[in-house]
């Protein structure tokens, strides 16, 4: 009787093991969350690295800010969208985005006919053109013979080709517009090629001890935010309708006001 009994017991535990087995089985299965990846991803963004007000260094918090900075949590907020920024620099970040490193880049990029083969663009957000900037007392007259300062892969680059030859000079070009502005006061070069907000806010905060030789910026065109052609256009779609929500709310004037526009 007693056999009986244990043989009872240990039929009675196997069963109620499998049961339980079974049931977490079943209950994983049930439970599996759906995860929507396009709302999950974190984009990987690319900027420049001094290229104020739209990006630079905040020594004091180690921090890179400025109006790209601004903008693109602005609407990243306001649109739900994960994102990591790197400020490695303008041809890094066109590299990183054409490589497929990067998801996007916001950088003071000027949209063109040119870079739409490449790139596909957001609504512009901003508006600028190009200036010639030197020491002061220089004049357009003084570049004949002399050498310019550009910024590669830029707008300003392109404005400074298509013009060298009016006013006789040749092109030094250089990564960034630190680069750029120490030439020029250095005497290497006689004068930059420069976007006139970004020199504007250079020479208004006392940071460039230099001047806008051309009387008003030429080849006026918009900043775009840019992916790489075919790739990401619903980041594309996110970010317009957040510069569309943030402009209609004054917070987009809000932080242009903030850096003196």
Do not use: W
């Amino acid at each position: 009787m007693k056999k009986v009994l244990a043989l009872i017991l240990a039929i009675a535990m196997i069963a109620s093991v499998a049961m339980l087995t079974g049931c977490g089985e079943n209950s994983g299965e049930g439970n599996e969350v759906e995860v929507n990846t396009d709302d999950a991803k974190t984009y990987i963004i690319y900027s420049d690295n001094a290229f104020a007000p739209f990006e630079y260094l905040d020594t004091e918090t180690n921090t890179y800010v400025g109006v790209d900075m601004d903008l693109m949590a602005a609407i990243a907020e306001d649109q739900g969208i994960s994102y990591e920024m790197h400020n490695e620099g303008f041809d890094a970040s066109m590299g990183a985005v054409q490589s497929g490193q990067a998801d996007a880049m916001i950088a003071g990029m000027t949209i063109t006919d040119e870079r739409k083969e490449t790139f596909d663009f957001s609504d512009a957000y901003f508006d600028d053109g190009q200036v010639i900037v030197a020491k002061a007392g220089t004049t357009l007259e003084d570049l004949n013979g002399k050498t310019v300062a550009a910024k590669t892969s830029t707008v300003g680059g392109e404005y400074a080709e298509s013009i060298k030859d009016e006013y006789g000079f040749t092109i030094n070009y250089y990564e960034g517009s630190d680069n750029m502005y120490q030439a020029v006061l250095t005497g290497t070069d006689v004068a930059c090629v420069e976007d006139f907000s970004v020199i504007g806010y250079a020479i208004k905060s006392g940071e460039v001890d230099l001047e806008i030789v051309s009387e008003e910026p030429a080849n006026v065109k918009g900043y775009g935010f840019a992916v790489q052609k075919g790739k990401n256009p619903e980041l594309i779609e996110k970010f317009n309708a957040g510069l569309a929500n943030i402009k209609a709310s004054g917070k987009y004037d809000e932080i242009l006001a903030k850096y003196g526009y």
